[in-house]
């Protein structure tokens, strides 16, 4: 054999030899790397493993500035080729994800993959086997008092974090799901207006089940879906039907106008209002005064042409006859209407000179 050829042979097994070498590299590197770059371990990507990846950003404080030399600064692969991605959907967290602007924007566009949560937090989101980090802490998962509460209470994602899990009202907009808290938002609105009685003319608050779909969990169909919520009229407020009947509203909601219309709430009511169509993010309280959904005979904005309504001059009083008992259910002091009588108020049953009677 000529030299040339021994000489050629040599080197080709010794290529050989070097690839072998470098496919036994637990790295999954195809470039060569630094000395400075960590080489993984054999148990890292095995969650019990004490080599665990996420074991070693923990004790690292999360910093991931030595993944980011090989899989990129955006995790998807860099000299590496290979994207964290594949395995999380989620993870690394983007910067600022444990601040309140930077945590739910994240899961939002994600469409609230809540499964990837628990991989590393655990089933309950108490720690888990994986990085044994709990949710439920002061700074994170608890409410103004201190009390811990899961990821998944209803006012985590929208309504006020920071209230109570059982706190109903609290589940509702502001914040909403991009912690938006601008009524003139619709994602905002008179979502509050309609859930605090302090600020309803009416005694009861107005249950989320009336406008929307109350999911019996986090994880029922159409909850993590895609916005804006629907509005489908569930409740029977809206739907009440009045004169026996013969008045029976039709309600609907238009997202492009942002109104809705032909509810017995703002007026489709015998006497009423009915083309009244209430805009739901002018929540400046205008929608809810007297003589929006029915007439003011103090104004005559508008009053009724039809019944009795008609002969009344304007000025007359309406507790001169809608009351139950002694109780007026309205009262007119200092230039202003005042309902007084809020259990009967908006509710189906006309005020009639003393007693409630069907209409």
Known sequence: MKKQNIISVFIILALMLFLIS???VKKDLPTAVSSETKIHDTGWNIPTSADFHGQYLKTNGWTNDNCASCHSTTFTGGT???SCFKCHSQYPHPTGYANVNGHPASLHTAGYPLIDCQSCHGSNYTGGSVV???CERSGCHADRGGNLKSPEACNTCHGNFLAAANDTASWAPPKSLLNDTSTSIRSVGAHQLHLASTFMVSGNKVD???CHIVPATISAPGHL????AEVVFNGSLASLKTNSG???PNPSYNPATVKCSN???HGYFKNGNLTNAPVWNIADGSQKKCGSCHG???TGNPKPVTGPHQFYADGDICQDCHYVGKQPTAVYIGGQWSVSDKAHHINGILSWFGTEQGF
């Open 22 to 24: 470098c496919s036994d």
């Open 80 to 82: 590496s080729g290979v």
């Open 132 to 134: 044994n980090v709990t």
């Open 208 to 210: 989320c089940k009336e």
């Open 225 to 228: 879906g895609a916005s804006p």
């Open 246 to 248: 013969a008045v029976t």
């Open 263 to 265: 509810t017995y709430c």
């Open 296 to 298: 003011n005979p103090v």
